[in-house]
């Protein structure tokens, strides 16, 4: 008997349905599709086709891929006819270095890794010989935490980040914490400022985890903002727009 591409368990005719994508079956239960839509898909001369979970995630990442090529593509073109039109005139420019594919199908797969992750600063570390013990009370504290932020969670792993020195006792690393999924990580990064109630917790930060382009871009974004506030701004913030930051006016347009 074989078994279900999702849950794994046992499949019977009546009560499956193949993936027209990798083939594989997978009970009408764990489909996610209603009884209608199943009963179209028994017609053999339906004109949709049927995919699984796993090849629907696929398709979709594809397709991101597909538009992100087509974008670095169009973007390279631009380039290379401005430079052109800027030589013909004998106007001096930097040579400009566009990010290849590659790069950019890297960072998309570094931001989907670290989704699901969040990165807890200013908590205090328990020197304690056996590394075991550490981890389980890194657990129990940050269980603790997401607790109070209304945040279940019953799989759940944290590490700390940076080198141990065992000769100081205030040592502080920041502790990532990898959740299940990218839905929890949001919501505990969306009640944060709950910690702000706590004696315990008051003094920690929780953020996202950034990919080192997504720092670097904010470093940039948040010089500028302390440049302009040098030179006599006062109502300009950082503000993110499609995942970018940005340095923009209150109650303006976006600069």
Known sequence: ??????????????????????????????????????????????????????????????????????????????????????????????????????????????????????????????????????????????GELLQMLDVSVDNLRTIRLGKFDSSRTDMKRPIKVCLPDGDIASKAFQRRQKLRTSDKFKNVFLVKDKTPMQLKLYREARQELLTRKAAGETDVYIKYINDVPKVVKAGGPEN
């Not at 079956?25 to 049927?50: A, V």
């Not at 087509?70 to 040579?95: C, G, Y």
């Not at 600063?121 to 328990?126: A, C, G, T, W």
Request: one cysteine or more.
């Open 1 to 142: 008997m074989t078994s279900c591409a999702i849950c794994n368990n046992g499949l019977t005719p009546e009560k499956e349905i193949a993936c027209d994508m990798c083939r594989n079956y997978i009970h009408t239960t764990c489909s996610g599709l209603s009884r209608t839509e199943l009963q179209y898909l028994k017609n053999k001369d339906r004109k949709l086709s049927f995919h699984c979970p796993t090849c629907s995630d696929l398709k979709l990442q594809l397709v991101k891929l597909h538009e992100l090529a087509s974008t670095v593509s169009a973007l390279e073109s631009e380039l290379r006819t401005l430079k052109e039109s800027m030589t013909s005139r004998d106007v001096k420019i930097d040579p400009i270095k566009v990010p290849d594919v590659e790069c950019i199908i890297q960072e998309v797969s570094d931001r989907q890794r670290r989704k699901n992750n969040v990165i807890l600063y200013n908590v205090s570390e328990n020197v304690l010989n056996n590394r075991n013990d550490q981890v389980a009370a890194d657990m129990e504290l940050v």
